[in-house]
Every structure is written in C-alpha cells, then in structure tokens.
C-alpha cells in the first residue's frame, strides 16, 4: 500500500481496495493486481461500472479473487451511491463495508489521510510479542496493547517495517535470529528453534 501510494494511488477508496487485495496474498502478486486493477478504473465510479467477472478478470492472481471481486464492486457501489463517489477519512465508514477489519480500515486511513491508526497484521503482531515488546493473545488484543505504549509519531509506519520484516526476518517459522539487526533487544518468547 505504500508502494501504491508513491504511484499516485492515495485516495482513502484506493488504499482501502489495495489492502483487500493484499489479504492472505504475497506483496508482489498484490501490488501488481492493484496496479492492473487502478490502470482500467482507477475510482469508485468506474470501478462500480465494471461487472464483478471483469473485476475477477484483473485481480485474478490474488487468493480469493473472486470473493474480493464481488466486495470490491459493492464497495465502490456504495461508495458512489452513498458518499458521491469519494470516501471519507472515517473509520466507521470504512468499516462499515463487509469484510473490512480495523487492520485494514487503519492502514487505509493512516496511508490515504496520514492519520495516526495502528494496523496490526500477523507479522505485526508476531514481531512485537516475540520481541517481549507486548504480550497479547491476538492481533486485536496487541492493536490494543501497542496504542498503550508505543509512541502516536510511529502508529502508521510499524506496519510498513514489521510486515517486511516478519516475512523475511522473524518468520513464523524458524526465525532467522542468526541474521536479526535487533537480536540484542529481543526477548525471543516463543522461539523454540531458528535459523
């Protein structure tokens, strides 16, 4: 979603679809069907105006894609017919839309409208509870946890740094501790074996 918004593709609807895209998808085959998608139409209007087989048709890489066709058009939909094409800065509305969490509605909001929001992945929430950082059973339960301590001035860009590095450092699977620039910091609860 960051990439995309260094395309030009800031817009509260156009981070909220990325993120959809992104769901249970790798970056690279994500922010590809983004670009795809945005290039044939590029606003809710337009995007309305595409049936969900041609939505399929542009994001067909991503996991789910047929699902996510089907939300992405009523998103846009509704985004036409009840907010005259242009979402808000509002989490109640992002919200609001079927299958839209807090990671995504937060990430949006934070990438799109600079607001200050954490959004917490599984990578996010692996990383921060292995690290000792916080100590919380569940994605939603660290959200909560992290807007306790940790400073407002880095709420947006935890995700960008921790979803890289819990894909390629601190994996969910045999951590790679031997080459982590934080190891030093880290208080590896959990890790029972690494690389």
Not at 109 to 136: F, K, M, P, Q
Not at 150 to 179: D, M, Q
Request: charged share 25%; glycine share 6%; with cysteine.
């Amino acid at each position: 979603m960051f990439a995309l918004a260094e395309d030009g593709y800031r817009s509260v609807f156009q981070q909220l679809v990325a993120c959809i895209l992104s769901i249970r998808t790798r970056d690279e085959v994500s922010l590809v069907a983004a670009r795809r998608l945005f290039a044939a139409a590029p606003d809710p209007g337009k995007l309305a105006a595409l049936a969900p087989a041609a939505i399929d048709r542009l994001i067909g890489d991503t996991s789910f894609h047929e699902a996510k066709a089907r939300q992405i058009r009523e998103i846009a939909r509704r985004t036409v017919r009840e907010h005259a094409g242009r979402l808000p800065c509002d989490a109640e509305v992002l919200r609001s839309f079927t299958g839209v969490g807090p990671k995504c509605a937060h990430l949006a909001l934070g990438v799109a409208c600079g607001e200050r929001r954490i959004s917490v992945d599984i990578h996010v929430h692996r990383v921060t509870n292995r690290w000792g950082y916080v100590r919380a059973p569940t994605p939603e339960r660290t959200m909560a946890e992290l807007e306790r301590v940790l400073p407002a001035r880095y709420w947006i860009e935890i995700n960008a740094l921790l979803v890289p590095f819990g894909k390629h450092i601190c994996t969910g699977r045999l951590p790679r501790c031997s080459t982590c620039p934080v190891l030093d910091m880290c208080a590896q609860v959990g890790v029972t074996a690494h690389r």
